[in-house]
Nanobody, 125 residues
Framework: QVQLVESGGGLVQAGGSLRLSCAAS????????MGWFRQAPGKERDLVAT????????IYGDSVKGRFTISRDNAKNTVYLQMNSLNFEDTGVYYC??????????????????WGQGTQVTVSS
């Protein structure tokens, strides 16, 4: 059974930082892109960042460019999201996602086959 388990969410003041982790189990994703999406109440699930299988290509959502950094460790089957300079608009549930097709890199939620349960990030203003 494939599982993606996120950790690292929580409550932080505006201007602060958090680091999210997503550990995959049940299969390896070393040849697959992995990403982070977030969803605020009443809104769609939008791309935060995605990283190709070897880290050679990275795409960020416009609102997080220059503030967030995605990385991965294939030996640990884990993807990370370092979030700096957080603001109120970053509040939402953050989901880890993995593409079931090797060597792809998608920017929409429909591209990804595996999802974590989500972790809440709340930024207080």
């Amino acid at each position: 059974q494939v599982q993606l388990v996120e950790s690292g969410g929580g409550l932080v003041q505006a201007g602060g930082s958090l680091r999210l982790s997503c550990a995959a189990s049940g299969r390896t994703f070393s040849r697959n892109s992995m990403g982070w999406f977030r969803q605020a109440p009443g809104k769609e699930r939008d791309l935060v960042a995605t990283i190709s299988w070897n880290g050679g290509r990275i795409i960020y959502g416009d609102s997080v460019k220059g503030r967030f950094t995605i990385s991965r460790d294939n030996a640990k089957n884990t993807v990370y999201l370092q979030m700096n300079s957080l603001n109120f608009e970053d509040t939402g549930v953050y989901y880890c996602a993995a593409d079931g097709t090797p060597y792809g890199l998608g920017t929409t939620a429909t591209h990804y086959n595996y999802w974590g349960q989500g972790t809440q990030v709340t930024v207080s203003s």
